[in-house]
């Protein structure tokens, strides 16, 4: 490792190292603490220490309140769960698992101009329902609301197409960051501003995968 430099990122508005710029990576580490190693071709690494901020089974119980919630409030009728891909999948497959009222689901995806820098706050759909939400019971399941640009213009979009009723469910909220007003129906866990990864949530698409969530250092 002697012959390594540590890299910069190029953008001090970026976050870490820029993937393009490494050939290699590994990780490793226990339950509380995962390292990360970037090495590029041109001899510049960057180590990336994460720690566990949430372990899977006060995931797992935390999914399994909130369903029991969701599935009281809803006891009776047909909820159709609407995920925000990417991040929300892994939440959406484990919440729908425990939920008692019948469910149908579909996905929609949104990008953000600007997002990993300066977000311009606006949002479009890359990818629409394949349902029609009219008349229904609508969850819209998210996996962390930041500024709340996403989930405020998915909310308004959906509105408008007429559903019976439309609720929104995450299971992270970070209020600290919120440039826009908006409150979920159901929140697992309020989190203070930390970068996490695990659960869904990626850092340049890896670590969805991770069974927890974990503080990128
Ligand atoms: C993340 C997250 C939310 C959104 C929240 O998605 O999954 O959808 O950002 O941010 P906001 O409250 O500031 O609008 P991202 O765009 O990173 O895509 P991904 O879900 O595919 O990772």
Redesign the pocket.
């Known amino acids: 490792m002697e012959n390594f430099v540590p890299a910069e990122p190029d953008d001090p508005n970026s976050f870490g190292p820029n993937p393009n710029e490494y050939r290699n990576w590994g990780w490793s580490g226990g339950m509380d603490r995962k390292f990360c190693l970037y090495i590029s071709g041109q001899k510049k690494y960057t180590l990336l220490a994460m720690k566990r901020l949430l372990g899977e089974k006060e995931i797992r119980n935390k999914v399994s309140r909130l369903a029991g919630q969701i599935s009281r409030d809803f006891a009776g009728r047909e909820v159709l769960l609407v995920g ?5 999948f892994i939440f959406m497959a484990d919440l729908a698992r425990k939920m008692d009222p019948p469910v149908k689901m579909d996905f929609v ?4 101009y600007g ?1 990993g820098t300066i ?1 311009s706050g606006k ?1 479009r759909i890359t990818k629409d329902l394949e349902t029609s939400v009219k008349g229904k019971d609508v969850l819209i399941v ?12 998915l909310f308004r979009r959906l509105k408008a197409r007429r559903p019976r009723s439309l609720k929104t469910v995450t299971l992270l909220d ?1 209020p600290s ?3 826009v007003r ?1 409150h979920a129906d159901y929140v697992g866990f309020s989190i203070e501003d930390h970068f996490v990864v695990g659960y ?3 850092w340049n ?1 890896k670590f ?1 995968n991770l069974p927890g969530i974990y503080v990128v250092k």
Not at 109 to 112: D, K, Q, T, V
Not at 142 to 153: F, Q, S
């Open positions: 925000i891909l990417k991040g929300a995806r949104l990008a953000s997002r977000s949002v998210e996996d962390i609301i930041d500024t709340g640009v996403t989930l405020k213009y970070k960051r919120r440039k908006f869904g949530l990626d698409e969805r």
